[in-house]
């Protein structure tokens, strides 16, 4: 029990920390142009994938924020063999803290429950040539996520089995294949099952470790893994993939999207400056049943409890009144992130 409480107080320690910081975007990528060939290198396992970056959604509803294009990536169609792709932003070279996010839909057949193929994703790579690579830090999970083997963690291209890698996930969690944790679905929609909705994908740099989220257009990000500091450095580049490690043939309908991808570095300037442009008054704290929120520059008000879970999210143009009175008593986080990405946070009590 320990691991875990100590994984919670870690991602509320990183809410507190990190937040207050703004973010500067070095890399984007949304596939509009219908170019996004020129600008990644792909590395391939397997003689049958098909990979399209410049994929027209059609009937497909496109990804929050999304435009016309974006990424369609399909392995193993008939070769009946392990079978990976993998998309390197080139040029991308990353030091120090960053935050590679991006939205991803697994799709597969609906009188299936299960999927084989993976989600792959991860960061400090050096070796932009191999398939899948042998370098980096790098997470990856199913559609489906049905059983322990449905999430696993790399290191430099080897499975990882070693606790020492990792905090957290396994007490009280069940014997996961790598030790990541489980994902609990909380508040409205589920990321418990991932697949056949738009996901927000995360992998965090941070001083501490590398942290791997998951969560939608309803639910916060979760920690679904986590290499600690010893595990670093994760300088390099980044990279999204897709990765069937077995024979099974796929259908046409089992494809994974990508859209809006995303790196971003911690900024200095946004510190200090941010409470005289956007003064932000939460009253009354303590608070028993509403809170108000005040803002000058139209923010996204978020409150987290002591594990690190978002419990309120609203939008406020100028002011809102956020209902507290179902939230269990105690110490929370509010952050308040104006429409420049500049947030910071403030202290809540409910009682």
Excluded at 21 to 37: G, W
Excluded at 196 to 204: I, R
Aim: hydrophobic share 40%.
């Amino acid at each position: 029990m320990k691991k875990f409480t100590f994984l919670m107080s870690f991602i509320f320690a990183a809410i507190l920390s990190s937040s207050i910081v703004a973010q500067t975007v070095v890399y984007s990528e949304d596939f509009e142009d219908q170019k996004a060939a020129d600008r990644f290198t792909t590395v391939q396992l397997g003689s049958s994938n098909i990979v399209d970056l410049a994929h027209a959604y059609g009937d497909q509803a496109p990804a929050p924020e999304g435009g016309k294009y974006c990424a369609k990536i399909q392995v193993n169609t008939s070769e009946g063999a392990a079978s990976f792709v993998g998309l390197f932003p080139k040029g991308l070279k990353l030091k120090g803290n960053y935050t590679l996010t991006f939205n991803a839909w697994f799709n597969w057949t609906g009188s299936s429950t299960a999927t084989t193929e993976f989600l792959y994703y991860g960061v400090g790579h050096a070796d932009t040539t191999v398939a899948p690579p042998d370098d980096g830090l790098d997470f990856a999970f199913t559609g489906d996520n049905g059983s322990s083997k449905d999430r696993r963690l790399f290191k430099a291209g080897t499975l990882v089995t070693d606790v020492s890698l990792y905090t957290g996930g396994s007490m009280n969690q069940g014997d996961f294949y790598n030790n990541c944790l489980k994902p609990v679905a909380t508040g409205p929609g589920s990321i418990a099952k991932p697949g056949l909705q738009w996901l927000k994908v995360t992998a965090e740099v941070t001083d501490t470790g590398v942290l791997y989220k998951v969560g939608n257009v309803t639910l916060h990000d979760t920690v679904w893994a986590y290499f600690k500091k010893d595990a670093l450095p994760a300088d390099g580049n980044v990279i999204i993939g897709y990765y069937d490690m077995f024979s099974s043939v796929s259908t046409d309908d089992v494809f994974l999207l990508v859209d809006n991808i995303k790196v971003t570095k911690p900024s200095a300037t946004g510190i200090g400056k941010n409470a005289a442009e956007n003064p932000v008054s939460i009253y009354p704290n303590p608070v028993r049943n509403k809170l108000n929120v005040v803002v000058k520059i139209p923010s996204t008000f978020e409150l987290y409890n002591i594990e690190g879970q978002l419990v309120r999210k609203v939008k406020v143009e100028r002011s809102a009144l956020v209902n507290v009175s179902d939230l269990t008593k105690g110490l929370y986080i509010a952050k308040i992130t104006d429409k420049n990405g500049i947030a910071q946070t403030k202290k809540v009590l409910v009682k």
